[in-house]
């Protein structure tokens, strides 16, 4: 505004002020405070009690790999000594503990495609393993179950619901229930992969999206592990069914190699120090790449690095701050690097 605009314009300003009864001005409105993401921390059942004390500043929930499912898909495995010795360790620390169920098997080195669908195609057996999970739960002292069955198809999707569901009603109701998602990039894609994202979200207290693995040894060439710009499609998509504030964002907190003979056969999953490690030694400077927000090496034999750190960690917490997501889930303790 031109200078003798403005003084006019204070001029009459004043002169208005001074023919009105005074006013009380009303209070400021504080900017509401944005609340820190929760965050789940992933272990193994034989995870040291030391990585549990040396996080656990950074945590609210300890969610433990304590439980698999039968081939037959009719039963679940009790919980071990060590799981329910981290249980202890979780509440020394004043955090919850989630018992995590899973189709993982040793023998076949991979997730039981088969064993869920033996599980979650049959209604009797979905309940009967909600009643063992939840005497599990309240008899151990858990804190709540995560049900995470991978390689699903569509017409697993119900049983999913229908286990979620079961789970809530047999336990007490300060027990929680939480279900992994498998990322993809659509609706559709969802549902093809066996999540009916609505019912799953109203039936879980927690959706916990895996937004990892994009790229891997086994099943593709080089690349980074959750790429940022994949992960905002992936939770674009889940958060059109799924309210923000019931979405955990699952984050990487390990790398993979690529060797450059055999890519498909002898790479391997590496924790964070052993990548730094494996640069550090053959003297390759990592470089970090910005788009997808985590770091790369390629080794003098030829062999290619990539994982996700800190500051990798850091990228996913501002992403699920923006979004006003419940929190994020970290995979896992012991292989990525401190919280605090």
Not at 249 to 277: K, M, N
Request: glycine letters at 12%; a positive charge.
């Amino acid at each position: 505004m031109p200078f003798r605009l403005a003084v006019g314009a204070l001029v009459t300003a004043s002169l208005l002020t001074a023919a009105l009864p005074a006013l009380t001005p009303a209070p400021a409105r504080a900017a509401a405070a944005q609340p820190e993401p929760a965050v789940t921390g992933y272990a193994l059942g034989d995870t040291p009690g030391a990585v549990v004390r040396r996080d656990a500043a950074g945590l609210q929930t300890l969610t433990v790999v304590a439980s698999a499912l039968r081939r037959d898909g009719r039963g679940v495995s009790r919980p071990g000594a060590g799981p329910v010795r981290l249980v202890r360790a979780a509440h020394r620390h004043g955090l919850r503990a989630e018992l995590l169920v899973n189709n993982y098997s040793n023998r076949l080195g991979g997730f039981d495609r088969i064993a869920a669908r033996r599980l979650l195609r049959h209604p009797d057996r979905v309940r009967a393993v909600a009643g063992r999970l939840a005497r599990f739960a309240t008899g151990q002292g858990w804190d709540g179950v995560n049900l995470d069955l991978e390689l699903l198809g569509r017409r697993d999707a119900d049983g999913l619901v229908l286990l979620a569901t079961e789970l809530q009603r047999r336990m007490p109701e300060r027990l929680t229930v939480s279900v992994d998602v498998s990322a993809r990039t659509s609706v559709s894609g969802y549902r093809r992969a066996g999540y009916r994202l609505g019912p799953l979200g109203r039936a879980a207290d927690v959706v916990q999206l895996m937004a990892y693995d994009l790229h891997g040894p086994s099943w593709s060439g080089p690349g980074p592990i959750g790429p940022l710009r994949w992960q905002r499609r992936v939770l674009g998509a889940l958060l059109s069914r799924v309210p923000a504030d019931r979405v955990d964002l699952g984050v990487a907190g390990y790398g993979y190699t690529w060797p450059r003979r055999g890519t498909r056969r002898v790479g391997r999953s590496i924790d964070v120090a052993q990548a730094r490690r494996l640069a550090r030694r053959d003297g390759v400077r990592p470089r970090w790449d910005a788009r997808s927000g985590e770091w790369t090496a390629r080794l003098s034999d030829g062999t290619r690095l990539w994982w996700s750190d800190r500051r990798s960690w850091r990228l996913r917490t501002r992403l699920a701050r923006d979004r006003g997501l419940h929190g994020l889930a970290l995979w896992r303790l012991g292989s990525a690097d401190p919280l605090r």
